[in-house]
């Protein structure tokens, strides 16, 4: 095998991990009304198999960054791509609903084993700064390019060969992944000093799975249903305590020092301003597109194509820029140019022609995407070496809070707004609002150009 491909094959397995678990994200919101249908499932039922995987995922991911850290990020991250390949088997041969929602929630398990890890074994495989910006740009653009075409895809599968193959697929994509992550991912470091610390590990898990409970229901609820603040109420309390243990214990999860640091705490907050503004457009867009346009789940994918085409040319662009202006001014403008978008939308009018909307959506996507590389690095060059896997998990924990909240408000907007255009009017305005406060966070927390030393421009295949 030529040496570039060899270089780039850790890059590969860890991409094709991270694309399986955002696709499950999106990619059921199309299938599962058929699903319901065919497998007479309740209400309650359909939620649960589109909202327990996102409540398992985020829940454990801090848990899959810890064991990380303790185990080995390879050994770790190859036990997610196992444990979620084998579930995606069995929800494509679930005989019922208790046995699909059985399924999904060890899928999420899987998935927050896998996602922690990908981020560690590319600061690990790359470790020349120019070529991981590269690398972490285009991990980056799975994300938008995986939730953008999840309802494009689901839609195609559905229509087609059926529901059953929107989780078939992971399973080849996941034979793949693993077998270039065992070949080709060099085996990561042990650190058996480093205790789980349990107390803390379900203190955390009840946060950020009660708050993301809390999230999913207030769109159909409503902010002040009394679940929705119970939820909320016991969420915080799970924080506090978390924040209390960590500061005793002798071996922290997550040292509450590094959130001290200004670009570990800052770039968190960051990633969940952006989620929050890109993933609650994706969401109202394709309400809009679906209940007031009467477009169809294939035609609804295709109408968000335009933010998903541009995610993956501005990750590119992004990781080439960043050694030469650094990663503070991509972050910056990228959440310029995205709040442009979004605010364009707003202004769009009440009911505007597909055509206007094209622009915004295509801003929102690109400016998301090119700040999302910066960002990256700036949460993971903060971290020590042996905290790197929680890094990475605190980082998407907060993207996944994001995502939570954007969708859950844009949910209650469009619900409770005197119509749907003045619902998603407001929506797109807070998340243009969002996209500002993140860039105004970024100047003040990315670093600015540090001067590389020449040569490390190309990885050698002796660096893997």
Known sequence: MPPEQRTWAPLLAVCAGYFMVILDVTVI??????????????????QWITDGYTLVFAGFLLTGGALGDRLGNRRVFCWGVAVFTVSSAACALAPGTAFLVVARLVEGLGA??????????????????DVRSRAFG????????????????????????????????????????????????????????????????????????????????????????PAVLAGLGLAVLSAAAFALRERLARSPALPLSLLHS????????????????????VFTASLEFQHQRGYSALGTGLALFPAVAMTMFASVLSGRLSRRTGDRPLVVSGMLLAALGLAGWAAAGPDPAY????????????????ALTGSTATVMGAAPPAYSGAASALFNTTRQVGSATGVALGGSLLASAANYGTGIRTSMGIG???????AVLAWWCVPAKTRRPPGLTQLSPGRR
């Open 112 to 129: 927050a084993l896998i996602v922690p890890g990908s981020l560690a074994l590319l600061q690990q495989a790359y470790p020349e700064p």
């Open 138 to 225: 285009l991990w980056g653009s799975m994300a938008g390019i995986a939730a953008s075409a999840g309802p494009l895809l689901g839609g195609l599968l559905v229509s087609t060969v059926g529901w059953r193959w929107v989780f078939l697929i992971n399973l080849p994509v996941g034979a793949v992944c693993l077998a270039l992550t065992l070949r080709h991912v060099a085996r990561s470091p042990r650190r058996a000093d480093r205790a789980l610390d349990w107390p803390a590990q379900v203190a955390v898990v009840a946060a950020v799975a009660l708050l993301t409970a809390a999230l999913n229901e207030a769109g159909r609820r409503g902010w002040s249903d």
């Open 29 to 46: 919101n199309v299938a599962v009304p058929v699903v319901g249908r065919e497998l007479s499932a309740s209400l309650t039922g359909i």
């Open 355 to 370: 055509g206007l909307l094209v622009l915004p959506m295509m801003a929102a996507g690109f400016g998301t995407s090119f």
């Open 432 to 438: 243009a609002l969002a996209y500002l406060g993140a």
């Open 262 to 281: 200004r670009a570990m705490g800052g770039g968190a907050v960051i990633g969940l301003l952006f989620n929050f503004g890109f993933y609650g457009m």
